[in-house]
DNA sequence: CCTGATCGTGTAATCGTTTACACGGTCCTG
DNA sequence: CAGGACCGTGTAAACGATTACACGATCAGG
């Protein structure tokens, strides 16, 4: 492959005159340009972004690293991660947890191997050694979705207190009482969070939190479907189950499916974690949205303060509920309402 | 960030000897290794992959550049790409085209300048100057899921001629016997195909292929909407519309709920490329499944052969249906079934 | 005791860029 | 016309790793 060495000799010119071309950082004379770019064509030379980078300590490159590439919260991150990094000249390199702490640790050690610009990261579980060290290294990282207590660093999260809130004072004008939730992992953030804000509307309506309605899932699917199958297992059902995400949302309807139960008719269900195609099940699921677009625009931007020195505020972005029909048709009046998971 | 220097300074010994150490790549005595490995870990050292591929011409890393990131298929793909190419030591840069040319074009000029050991491209419509070039000069490419005709590049792909004709069996079998197509863009290679062998089928069961049954779409959720109005729009609606991809799937239902249809009593609905939720659905909706991981795994594996000098032979493998309920009951028999997307 | 093989180690070149510095020429100014 | 400012250009030194080559020490065989 050519080097500038071989465009300089084609050009009759030093290799600092098609840097300067390329790059034109310097002023180079109309015939000596029109040389190099004549050369540049001809080799058909592409600069070595490696060597670029070697010599210039910057890779223009951030790292992504999310939790599970088959769910579509996070496809949906990547692709906005991806539109602002782009916009603002950088690559993404996208690594996959697949939710495993040692998955995770594997992406975060190759990233900064290949000495990414900046690293987003959505954490997987604990804190490992590994982030720890990065932390106090002082790498430029920004937590996204997630956060890991007791770590100061920037992060770009959700926050669907309020949304759940309504989620509740919509199931309770429904005339439900018997809430159950099925909650993420107490190891994440995001499962801590989701659960308190339910228990929070819960009382807040007055609620009681009966202990056998909370059922731990995993946020995967499977969970949802096992977490599903002991709450309708009990003596008294509840009336509504709340998913802690869209995976587990899915596993609930194949065991309410699977039961012959019908929704909303003999229990309603709805989802912390909107996405595209509930919109489209039958009934609609009711859900709470979250800003993803929003989330990884905001993210790369607080990660571009961070790397350029630039002091950094923690993102928090406020989720909505977006009322469809598988907990009950409401009653007519001023409800939002949406039929379709796309603006 | 510390660097080889540092370490061997740290060590008392040379460069060489840390390299030696790093690479295990010749023998090196055991108090000096064990000096080294200490330095290593006192210092946080963590090898320049930047420096470590300008100087072996070699990044470990390969390219993905993949249709559109929002669709489930390509994200399977992905992570299928993702896992086999990691069990062999390479990290993978994945560029999303979002079906745009130029978008494409983009990535794999960038991905080139990052000087990756191989590059999977799911290409997006004509041959551009850049990717014939890269053809000419041997650039170690395999095409993935779609072909450019006219090109010697090896290539992984799926045939769905077969379970397409299973499909129009079934179909028929179920008594229907006007059948529409919506197609994906005639500039895709996977859109030609898979009308090509529908239209076939059709004649293989004495079906005259109607024009106005053959709706053009491209590959995304609005234009199969639109396309599924059209159709039953028809003085002669058909019985059963057939979606070329999972998207347009959606879109096609959405327009069949918003003129209130039942599906399968007013109107049948099937999809090329099957997806998980598909199973979710009501009806659960009749797909032909692609092997979706294994032609991510068998596509590295190529572009392994391909990086190693090794001959490479084309991988085409084979589609297969999943008969749900979204066509009608099928009579009592020995017709295979299917209650969920994921084995 | 000499010779040659083997072993552990260090020195320095190299990969393809960018860029600090030097240098010669032209032009303007006083 | 002398002097400085400025412009276009080239030379060479980095960046951090790998590795060919050389070198001294140890050791075995004759």
Chains 1, 2 share one sequence.
């Not at 539109?83 to 995770?104: F, K, T």
Request: glycine share 8%; proline share 7%.
């Amino acid at each position: 492959m050519a080097s500038v060495k071989d465009v300089a000799r084609a050009a009759g010119v030093s290799v600092a005159t098609v840097s300067r071309v390329l790059n034109d950082s310097a002023a180079v004379s109309a015939p000596a340009r029109a040389r190099v770019l004549a050369a540049v064509a001809d080799l058909g030379y592409r600069p070595n972004a490696v060597a670029r980078s070697l010599r210039t300590d910057a890779t223009r490159t951030i790292g992504l690293v999310i939790g599970d590439i088959l769910n579509p919260f996070f496809t949906e991150l990547a692709r906005a991660v991806e539109d602002e990094a782009r916009a603002a000249g950088y690559s993404v390199v996208i690594g996959n947890a697949d939710e495993r702490p040692d998955r995770q640790d594997h992406y975060v050690a190759t990233l900064l191997e290949q000495r990414v610009d900046g690293l987003l990261l959505c954490p997987t579980a604990e804190i490992t050694p590994l982030v720890r060290d990065m932390v106090e290294r002082g790498a430029p990282l920004v937590f996204l979705d997630r956060t890991l207590p007791g770590l100061d660093v920037p992060s770009a999260r959700v926050d669907g207190t309020a949304a759940v809130h309504d989620l509740v004072a919509h199931l309770h004008g429904l005339g439900h009482r018997r809430l159950a939730f099925v909650s993420g992992p107490a190891t994440l953030s995001t499962g801590r969070e989701r659960t308190a804000a339910f228990t929070a509307a819960l009382a807040a309506h007055g609620l009681r939190v009966r202990p056998e309605y909370l059922a731990a899932g995993d946020f995967q699917a499977a969970s949802g479907r096992a977490a599903t199958a002991r709450l309708l297992a009990l003596p008294e059902p509840p009336e509504v189950i709340v998913a802690g995400d869209n995976l587990m949302a899915l596993g609930a309807l194949d065991e309410i499916r699977a039961r012959g139960l019908a929704v909303p008719g003999d229990v309603g269900l709805a989802a912390y974690d909107d996405v595209p195609w509930f919109a489209h099940l039958s009934p609609p699921v009711t859900a709470v949205a979250q800003p993803v677009q929003d989330l990884g625009r905001r993210a790369v931007r607080a990660l571009a303060d961070r790397m350029a020195g630039r002091p950094v505020e923690q993102v928090v972005l406020a989720a909505r509920l977006v009322v469809r029909r598988s907990c009950g048709e409401a009653a007519p009046g001023p409800a939002r309402k949406e039929g379709s998971g796309r603006p």
